[in-house]
């Protein structure tokens, strides 16, 4: 059985995808960015008159992702204890690498129990 499902209290996907899709035992997500669900906006994004990126907030924005996963866990009858594996992508690493793992220790505090990861 191979099902679709899409997350209310999640942002809407960007293309034509669903939020994750349950193959068996096994649930994959989509990439789930810190849009928030109600505006729509990346959360953390300041722009300037023109529209260009001036700043972002990492911090937040890795907040609002994680709020984001677990919309799609909890609409999947999944949990935050449940994932194995998590990737990320990060756009600059050097200034965003040590932000995003406090975050990360913060939601994920024992090594032991925390799923896989690639950044």
Not at 25 to 36: A, M, Q, T
Not at 90 to 105: G, K
Request: contains cysteine.
């Amino acid at each position: 059985m191979n099902d679709a499902i899409h997350a209310d209290l999640a942002p809407k996907a960007v293309g034509s995808y669903p939020h994750a899709r349950r193959s068996g035992n096994l649930l994959f997500l989509s990439g789930i960015g810190p849009r928030d669900a109600a505006t729509d906006a990346i959360l953390g994004n300041v722009h300037d008159a023109e529209g260009r990126l001036i700043s972002y907030d990492i911090d937040s924005q890795v907040r609002a992702v994680f709020a984001n996963v677990r919309a799609v866990l909890a609409a999947s009858g999944a949990g935050w204890e449940d994932l194995v594996d998590v990737t990320v992508y990060l756009t600059d690493m050097a200034r965003d690498f040590r932000i995003y793992n406090q975050v990360w220790a913060e939601y994920f505090p024992d090594p032991a129990t925390a799923p896989c990861r690639t950044t």
